[in-house]
């Protein structure tokens, strides 16, 4: 089992980003999927999950009405589209979810929003 997060980077304020998140090893259409964010000295949050019927809920309000969850069981893969970054959105991003084998979290792709 192994998760791989792609597309972090720098963007301006206002910018967009869209994470994938590509898994190998199981299916992940079948399981919930999720996406969390850490910033270093603060604790790790819950930005987003998706079952495996599809129904997405986006967490923190400071990003509702901004950030989609959403994934490609065709692809395998897992995404968060991130629209009108803010500079506190800055972080590592790490996909994850829990599969009988046992929880998995990827490697992390870090998000900077700066001007």
Known sequence: ?????????????????RLSCAASGFSLGGYYMFWFRQDPGKERELVA??????????????????????RDNSKNTLYLQM???KPEDSAMYYCGTLIPQGDYWGQGTQVTVSS
């Open 83 to 85: 629209n009108n970054l």
């Open 1 to 17: 089992v192994q998760l791989v997060e792609s597309g972090g980077g720098l963007v301006q304020p206002g910018g967009s980003l």
């Open 49 to 70: 999950s998706i079952s495996s019927a599809g129904v997405a809920i986006i967490y923190p309000d400071s990003v509702k009405g901004r950030f989609t969850i959403s």
